[in-house]
């Protein structure tokens, strides 16, 4: 079986709706007689999202493109961007808002920008710092949200 876009779309769709069908079973409600309770679409929807995802994988389609992995420039950015994203979402809680979140617009800031000389690497850090500055205010102070302060 060789990779196709629509092979790896569908074992993409497949492997949402397996994560989306086994998060149903940590759904906590009241129970009432004779229904089915808030899992019932969810369930529905992600056996549905199964079985399109499976359907795509083995269809075999005419004019499907071969699937290539090869980096460009642009391709680096994205994973780069990504990797520093996922990063961010790890130590959120960890580190917390303030610290996570500045480090992660400075970096990105600056990974972003073409020219990497010293001048970047000021506006890149006074960037991360007024943008974190500025939501902090706004939804801690302004929204009364709670914001992780993070474990250290």
């Known amino acids: ?3 196709t876009q629509e092979r790896v779309m569908g074992m993409v769709i497949a492997g949402l709706g397996l994560l989306m069908f086994l998060n149903t079973f940590t759904m906590s409600f009241m129970m009432l007689a004779d229904d089915p309770g808030p899992r019932l679409l969810p ?4 056996i549905a999202l199964i079985l399109c995802g499976i359907g795509l994988a083995f269809y075999k389609s005419e004019g499907a493109k071969q699937l290539t992995f090869r980096l460009n420039e642009n391709s680096k950015r994205m994973v780069i961007s990504f990797l520093a994203l996922l990063a961010y979402a790890l130590l959120f809680n960890i580190i917390g808002y303030i610290i ?3 480090v992660f617009l400075s970096f990105l800031t600056w990974y972003l920008t073409k020219e990497k000389d010293k001048a970047t690497i000021w506006k890149s850090l006074i960037n991360g710092f007024v943008v974190t500055a500025i939501i902090y205010v706004v939804f801690s102070q302004l929204l009364n949200v709670i914001l992780p302060a993070g474990l250290l």
């Open 43 to 46: 369930r529905v929807v992600s």
């Open 1 to 3: 079986m060789n990779l």
């Open 100 to 102: 996570s979140t500045f």
